[in-house]
C-alpha cells in the first residue's frame, strides 16, 4: 500500500486500470486496498469533472451562471481518472 500512496500524492488522476499496471496488480486489488485506505483515514476521494460556471468562452450566452459546453466538453468525465487526496 505504501507504493499506491506514494502514486496517489503525485496529484495525477489515475484510473484504477492504471493505478494497478504502476503497481503490477490488478484493478481488483486496486479497488480493495482504495477501500481500506478511505475506511482507516487516509485518504478520500475527491473532485473530478465539477460543474462550474463558464470560463467566459466566446461561445456561451450563459452569463457564467453554468458551465456551456464549449467550457466543459461532453462526456470529459468519462475519460478522466478518479483522484485521491491523502490525509
Known sequence: MHKLLQLLKDGNSRTKDQLAAELNTTPADINRQLEYLEYIGAIRKIGG???????????????????????????????????????
Open 49 to 87: 469533472m465539477q460543474k462550474r460556471g463558464c470560463s467566459g468562452c466566446t461561445g456561451c450566452n450563459s452569463g457564467g451562471s453554468a458551465a456551456c459546453k464549449n467550457c466543459i466538453p461532453q462526456n470529459a468525465s468519462a475519460n478522466m481518472g478518479e483522484m485521491w487526496e491523502v490525509l
